[in-house]
């Protein structure tokens, strides 16, 4: 039988998810947890804070944490939403934007050109796989947490 941790341990580096910061763009080091942040703000119409905390599946401090590091980067703004003044709404800056999508091509070439490496059935295998993992792993009664022994 396969060793299925040691495969994810493997494909976790591979992707480079242990590296102190995942990407490098307009002249500044955005970390994984940030690059997220981005991209999820980036997808969302002005979501609330808990909003894509939840999404994350990240506690609200370590998350504000990383809103205001993005925030002094001016990548991110936070403002009071104007229906209901306890709750931030996140958007992305220009700069903020122009880092997402700088990342989202980046991320993009890199899996285009670890597609290459395999024929059309095989890279739909391992997108079909993936989905099926993904589906799996949310019906998880641990999902998005770290298993506890």
């Known amino acids: 039988m396969e060793n299925t941790r040691e495969l994810f341990q493997i494909m ?6 242990l590296n102190k910061n995942c990407c490098s763009a307009g002249g500044l080091d955005i970390s994984l947890i940030q690059s997220h942040i981005l991209y999820e703000i980036d997808h969302r119409h002005k979501p609330s804070m808990q909003q894509v905390a939840e999404a ?3 506690d609200i401090t370590t998350f504000s944490r990383q ?8 990548l991110v703004k936070k403002l009071p939403d104007p229906s209901d003044r306890r709750v931030y709404v996140l958007s992305l800056t220009v700069e903020g934007k122009y880092i997402a999508t700088t990342i989202d091509q980046q991320m993009n ?3 285009n050109e670890i597609f290459s490496h395999m024929n059309d059935f095989e890279k739909d295998t391992v997108i079909r796989s993936i989905k099926l993992l993904n589906e799996a792993m949310a019906k998880s009664s641990q999902c998005c947490t770290t298993p506890v022994g």
Do not use: H
């Not at 976790?12 to 998810?17: P, Q, V």
């Open 67 to 74: 809103v205001q590091s993005l925030i002094k980067m001016n």
């Open 12 to 17: 976790t580096r591979r992707f480079g998810f």
């Open 56 to 58: 994350l599946g990240t």
């Open 109 to 111: 070439a890199y899996l």
